[in-house]
């Protein structure tokens, strides 16, 4: 299995651009997550789906953003209009029910806005 | 709130040497609790997974204990290699919560030869 597939690695936008990052989960998992990660937060979780119905995005930080999962092997996370404070590394991750519902990251995007 | 706790956050040592490395919990109810290895440059990667259950899970050379009464967990690594250099992030899930996470800020490991 190729693992969670993310694009772009890297992304520099100027401020005021919409960005869009992009994940394919690994196939057979039921769940997916958008985290954000800086040097002052950590690791923080954005928004999860189940089934690619969104099912938690008290994370989401403002409605700049959003995500979507239209189908069972691709979300999106868009940032409209992008600040620079939202530089940060994005990563997905997903997992499949039950058992200890390990998540697997993928390499992440490195979102730097200017 | 739920809350996770690491120390150190940083820590050199010299290859071949050993490590602990710390951290506390205040997830209620608490369901499992693993510790990641980040690379820089790429996505956290899972070590070990222990339940309530669990005390001690060993990945290699990556041993992981669980104090569920105190809440508190330990990596320890021995005989540390160049490559173990990286950030170990603690996680706690919430039982009954899903797939909810709650991460550490991590310990980012220096191991120099």
């Known amino acids: 299995d190729a693992g969670v597939i993310q694009s772009p690695r890297h992304e520099v936008t100027e401020m005021g651009q919409e960005v869009t990052l992009r994940c394919k989960p690994i196939?057979?998992?039921?769940?997916l997550f958008w985290y954000r990660q800086t040097m002052m937060r950590g690791l923080e979780l954005l928004i999860y789906?189940?089934?690619?119905?969104?099912?938690?995005d008290s994370g989401m930080p403002e409605d700049r953003f959003s995500a979507k999962m239209p189908n069972a092997s691709f979300s999106t996370l868009k940032i409209q209009p992008s600040e620079p404070r939202d530089s940060a590394v994005y990563f997905c991750?997903?997992?499949?029910?039950?058992?200890?519902?390990?998540?697997?990251f993928g390499p992440g995007t490195r979102l730097t806005v200017l | 709130k739920n809350q996770v706790e690491q120390s150190p956050q940083s820590l050199i040592i010299l290859e071949g040497k050993n490590c602990t490395l710390q951290?506390?919990?205040?997830?209620?109810?608490?369901?499992?609790l693993r510790w990641y290895k980040q690379d820089t440059g790429r996505g956290p990667v899972s070590l070990t997974i222990?339940?309530?259950?669990?005390n001690t899970k060993s990945n290699g050379r990556y041993t992981a204990t669980l104090d569920a009464d105190t809440k508190q967990s330990s990596l320890h690594i021995t005989a540390s290699q160049l490559s173990d250099s990286a950030s170990y992030i603690c996680?706690?899930?919430?039982?009954?919560?899903?797939?909810?996470?709650?991460f550490g800020g991590g310990t980012r490991l220096m191991v120099k030869p």
């Open positions: 196939s057979g998992h039921d769940y």
């Open positions: 996680v706690v899930g919430e039982y009954n919560a899903g797939n909810m996470l709650t």
């Open positions: 222990m339940t309530f259950s669990e």
């Open positions: 951290c506390n919990y205040t997830v209620s109810p608490f369901s499992n």
């Open positions: 789906f189940n089934n690619n119905v969104p099912i938690d």
């Open positions: 991750a997903s997992s499949r029910s039950g058992g200890y519902n390990e998540q697997f």
